[in-house]
């Protein structure tokens, strides 16, 4: 599904209007359900298959029936079936009703007749000037696609508006879509390009769902689900997820979100002013939600021609397993027939990658990201089940730099902040974090060059599954409360400069041997990166000895000592120092927020007046936090202990 963080691109390339006629505040108070394994979130169970009348078959069934009768080209082997089950039983799927053998395909779909929902073909046909937010959309898209084209040179993109075009498509169709259904007079639907494509792609748009429906005695219910960042409150995020990389991401989904709506609000003000604004930010909320957990991008071979990502009905019926799926898709075209390629046509194959017995559910892995990362996208944390990859982040620089560590420090000194330096604000940590990452250049460089000239760079490319984004240094922000020592005079929330750093990691007490090849490979990829901090923490430090604090740390020390070509100071023991300071650090942080986020969910519920639904929502994002920090947790834990042997 969605293989990149969309809500982390929209900041790149989206800047609001200085004036606007919304606010960024999520719904609150809503009905909806969630599933840790599902993307849909609807709790109807399929009791009856065979309704005579449509109106009270579920969505999702309907869709599957209708889609497949409407795309003669369409393949379903007979060993599969669609399941709809309520939440707790694993939501919406598609199982296995006999026996499969490995390499048989049970499912194929002509994109061109399914309707897909892609932004390049329903733009292309909209009208110039008819539909305020159609016009809108296509100066973002063609801004895009343009700024696609410069990537090759190196230039900034802005595929963030390019990614958040699909989201508007989305929102402005379910908005047309919902008037069309439910006007009194044929006179307050607009007629125009957006009514025939909501009508079009009706039972898609219906089976996502994004607006609320009208309840039915099987279906009660349609609504987003509660686990995804844009529908927790305030105060769930910044309890509930405090001190994990989660909370980071949450706002950024939603700081992100936040830009795109006050960039809309004229368009889709001017096209569904009969609508509420409550009701229209529900549905671009919803589109959101839809296009981070269903959308297709790269990997279906799509973006050939700036074509972007899509959406397809069926095939995102399919649920996640990073661990053992047991199928896998793919896009499938005629050999040189460039145009479809270009448009993005031909056909999406699912086919078995292992035996799949009967009763058993069809399990897609969406792509490799952390749990904390995959919580921002999908609502929901992959429950471990026997060993994968995950990452945790470990802090660069200590929260507050010891300048003097071997000297007593007076009173005084202590008082006016002189002999330490508080490394949580930017002004301090700024200069560092850049240095650092250009120390790990240029030990990258020199390592390169060492192993072309020794010929051993095709001898250290050893075949591994481990997930190319853990192969490149990262470094990402942290929010953290301000240091105690400094709280009075700085008392807001800061960011911390990071790590990322991932090994596989094992279900309870299934941590073997077998696997430290892992864990020192994930201790070797950040090793310059601490060197470097190493250093740049002895120069600091050299400085104030010296009494010269405005000098400058030396970017050629650091790299030096982030190459080991340093031989004065044994900046491995040093560095290892670090990282096993940040992973304590981290540790503590994690299982202390986790215990205040606990008491903070038991003393709201108890002073609140809430329903037994709103109870049951704070439950799921509770539960949500807490496996994101035991995910991490399990890396941090794993990763000591492999210091711990190096010692």
Request: glycine share 6%; aromatic share 6%; net charge negative.
């Amino acid at each position: 599904m969605a293989g990149r963080t969309l809500a982390a691109a929209l900041l790149v390339g989206i800047i609001a209007q200085k004036s606007s006629a919304f606010s960024f505040s999520p719904p609150s108070q809503r009905t909806h359900y969630a599933s840790s394994s599902c993307l849909y979130s609807s709790p109807a169970v399929k009791e009856n298959e065979q309704h005579e009348n449509q109106q009270q078959q579920h969505s999702h069934s309907l869709l599957w029936e209708k889609t497949l009768e409407v795309a003669p080209d369409s393949y379903v082997n007979p060993a599969i079936d669609l399941a709809i089950r309520p939440p707790e039983k694993g939501g919406t799927g598609i199982l296995a009703v006999d026996d499969v053998k490995k390499d048989t395909i049970v499912l194929c779909l002509p994109l061109e007749q399914v309707g897909m929902i892609d932004a390049a073909s329903i733009l292309d046909s909209a009208p110039e000037g008819e539909d305020a937010v159609f016009d809108m959309l296509n100066v973002m898209w063609n801004k895009g696609v343009a700024s696609e084209k410069n990537k090759k040179k190196g230039e900034d993109t802005q595929e963030g508006e390019r990614l958040a075009v699909l989201v508007g498509i989305i929102a402005h169709l379910q908005l047309t879509r919902y008037k069309d259904k439910t006007a009194w007079t044929a006179t307050e639907v607009k007629e125009g390009h957006a009514l025939e494509e909501s009508r079009r792609l009706g039972l898609f748009l219906d089976a996502m769902p994004l607006l609320p429906q009208q309840p039915t005695p099987n279906n009660p219910l349609q609504h987003p689900f509660p686990t995804h960042f844009l529908y927790w409150d305030d105060d769930e995020i910044e309890q509930l997820l405090q001190g994990t990389m989660a909370q980071t991401k949450a706002r950024e989904v939603r700081a992100g979100v936040g830009l795109v709506i006050r960039e809309w609000s004229a368009a889709f003000l001017k096209e569904h002013s009969s609508m509420k604004q409550s009701e229209i930010l529900n549905a671009i909320f919803s589109a959101f939600t839809a296009v981070l957990s269903r959308s297709f991008g790269d990997e279906a071979g799509r973006d050939l021609d700036g074509a972007g990502r899509m959406l397809v009905p069926l095939v995102d019926m399919l649920n996640h397993d990073s661990e053992e799926p047991n199928v896998s898709w793919q896009w499938h075209v005629g050999e040189g027939d460039e145009e479809k390629i270009k448009a993005g046509r031909g056909d999406i194959a699912v086919t078995t990658l292992k035996d799949v017995k009967k009763g058993e559910e069809l399990y897609k892995c969406y792509g490799w990201r952390p749990a904390w990362d995959i919580a921002s996208s999908y609502g929901f944390v992959p429950r471990l089940k026997k060993e994968r990859w995950e990452c945790s982040v470990i802090p660069l620089f200590p929260a507050v730099l010891d300048l003097a560590p071997d000297v007593i420090a007076t009173p005084n000194q202590i008082s006016n902040d002189e002999t330490s330096l508080d490394l949580l604000l930017e002004s301090n940590y700024g200069v560092l974090v850049k240095a650092v990452l250009a120390a790990v250049d240029a030990a990258n460089e020199i390592e390169a060059r060492q192993n072309t000239d020794s010929g051993s760079e095709i001898a250290s490319k050893v075949k591994t599954d481990r997930p190319a984004q853990l192969d490149r240094l990262e470094v990402m922000s942290l929010f953290r409360p301000p240091p105690a020592l400094t709280a009075n005079d700085f008392p807001f929330a800061r960011r911390q400069p990071c790590v990322v750093v991932g090994t596989k990691i094992g279900a309870s007490d299934q941590i073997t041997s077998s696997n430290q090849q892992y864990h020192r490979e994930a201790l070797k990829k950040v090793l310059p990166a601490y060197r470097a901090a190493a250093s740049a923490i002895a120069q600091l430090r050299l400085n104030h000895k010296n009494g010269d604090s405005s000098s400058s740390i030396q970017a050629s020390q650091m790299a030096m000592a982030a190459a080991s070509l340093d031989k004065g100071t044994d900046w491995d023991e040093a560095a290892l120092k670090l990282i096993r300071l940040g992973i304590n650090d981290r540790i503590q942080t994690i299982k202390g927020d986790g215990k205040a986020a606990s008491t903070w969910l038991a003393q709201s519920t108890t002073v609140r007046r809430l329903d037994e639904i709103s109870l049951q929502h704070r439950q799921f994002r509770a539960d949500m936090s807490s496996d994101i920090r035991e995910a991490e947790l399990n890396v941090l834990h794993t990763l000591y202990n492999e210091l711990n042997t190096l010692a």
